[in-house]
């Protein structure tokens, strides 16, 4: 399954569910697309305990 996000640069992309903790942190992508829809960072709830 791959997460669909959007870059700061307003690209949009695919990425692996285990690339998204990694994105999130460096601060490089403005959403992602949860099952209940789109998930801003900085706005929505995000996970805050890394997933191993």
Known sequence: MLIHVQYNSQRFDFVKPSLLDDLI???KISKFKR???????G??????????
């Not at 099952?35 to 960072?41: D, I, K, M």
């Not at 706005?43 to 191993?52: T, Y």
């Open 43 to 52: 706005l929505d709830p995000i996970r805050s305990v890394r997933r191993k």
């Open 35 to 41: 099952s209940t829809g789109w998930a801003t960072v």
């Open 25 to 27: 942190d460096a601060k």
